[in-house]
């Protein structure tokens, strides 16, 4: 990875996210999408999702009892690389590629879970991207006709 290479981090929350990097505060507003240099974008990304799993974390534990077998799980999620993680990774980062990149250069323990799961996430999610962009060109189509274009004019 050379120092000057970049990539682009997104925020999928409703909230705006902040870390810092070298003393210095970096936020992604909610929604939005950024672009720095990867060894920066993957320290936000560790971050990002370190957030997101301990969001999940709270919600679940709340639902179970402090003795509950779950809440050990919860180290577990935090320490390791894993499906829930790689799917957040995913949705920050936005290709599979860079995630692989991204892991390679942070420190997990191990890879704890069912691999299939995050594969299964991934082809969902870009058959839906998919399924988008087929349809965007012929929607763009149809509104260049001169009768769509009268019946906009219309309403």
Sequence with gaps: MAELDTCEITNPLKTDFMARFNGEAYTVHAGQSKTYPKYL??????????QMLDKEARELTSKHEPNSPF???????????????????Y????????????????T???????????????????????????AAPAESAEDKTPRASKAKKEE
């Excluded at 809440?71 to 990774?89: A, C, E, F, I, S």
């Excluded at 949705?91 to 942070?106: F, H, P, R, T």
């Design 41 to 50: 974008v993957y320290h936000l990304a560790k971050h990002l999702s370190n």
């Design 108 to 134: 997990f323990k191990s890879f704890i879970g069912d691999m299939a799961e995050y594969d299964q996430y991934v082809e969902k999610v870009e058959a839906k991207k998919n399924a988008k962009e087929e």
């Design 91 to 106: 949705d920050i980062l936005g290709s599979k590629a860079e995630v692989e990149n991204c892991l390679k250069q942070l």
């Design 71 to 89: 809440v050990p799980q919860v180290g577990l999620l935090m320490n390791h690389d894993n499906p829930t993680r790689r799917k957040y990774l």
